[in-house]
């Protein structure tokens, strides 16, 4: 009787401790799947690099930017862009003067005025890779700024017309640029920017 006892009591406790591990692994892959959604719900590309270029991640956004950068060409299996690679290989060429330091390289590509993208490169260390892999962060510096101008016109409280004016001087257009896009006159671009001025004067005057 005894015998079966502390036979149920140590059955029970490999139960138990293959529950707890069942929980972990639950845990984790759930903890897994959460951070790939996120990383694919990214609105700037990551793209996962070994240092001969195979792509072993690219979120959604990475994929379509490297198809724009690559213009158009896209495949399951795409190359990695010129533009980026040729910033990887400067990483490489630059790692021995800065052994000692955390070294990021950055490089802007620009498409056209509504297309600029801030590309930035960094080794990475992951669990399972003998050698570091390079982490590539492509950042559309036009939504960025659009983000930036969209919290800006609720904080001002700007017209429709006011924050379509505001947004494309905070994305580095012209008066010119901005009257010829909008099909108004310079005069009329000044007036409107002269009021969005008061605005955010008035609204720091409030901070």
């Known amino acids: 009787m005894i015998a079966l006892t502390k036979t149920l009591i140590k059955t029970a ?15 984790e892959s759930k903890r897994a799947d959460f951070l790939q959604e996120v990383i694919e719900g990214l ?12 792509v072993i991640h690219a979120n959604a956004s990475a994929r379509s930017l490297c198809c724009q950068f690559n213009q158009g060409n896209f495949n399951q299996n795409f190359v990695v862009p010129p533009v980026i690679w040729n910033l990887c290989e400067s ?3 630059s790692r021995d003067l800065f052994s000692d330091k955390l070294l990021i390289l950055s490089d802007e590509i620009v498409l056209d005025k509504s297309n600029i993208f801030r590309i930035r490169v960094r080794l990475l260390d992951l669990e399972g890779f003998e050698v570091p892999c390079l982490l590539v962060t492509i950042e559309n510096q036009y939504e960025s700024v659009k983000n930036v101008a969209l919290t800006e016109v609720k904080k001002f409280d700007l017209t429709p017309r006011e924050a379509e004016i505001w947004f494309l001087y905070r994305s580095n257009y012209s008066y010119k640029e901005i009257a010829t896009k909008l099909y108004i006159t310079i005069n009329t671009v000044k007036k409107h920017m002269k009021n969005i001025h008061t605005k955010r004067q008035a609204n720091m005057s409030y901070d």
Not at 43 to 54: A, C, K, P, V, Y
């Open 43 to 54: 609105e700037d590309g990551i793209l996962i690099l070994s240092q001969t270029g195979e």
């Open 91 to 93: 990483l490489f060429n």
């Open 13 to 27: 406790k490999i139960v138990a401790e293959t529950q707890k591990l069942d929980r972990i692994d639950l845990y």
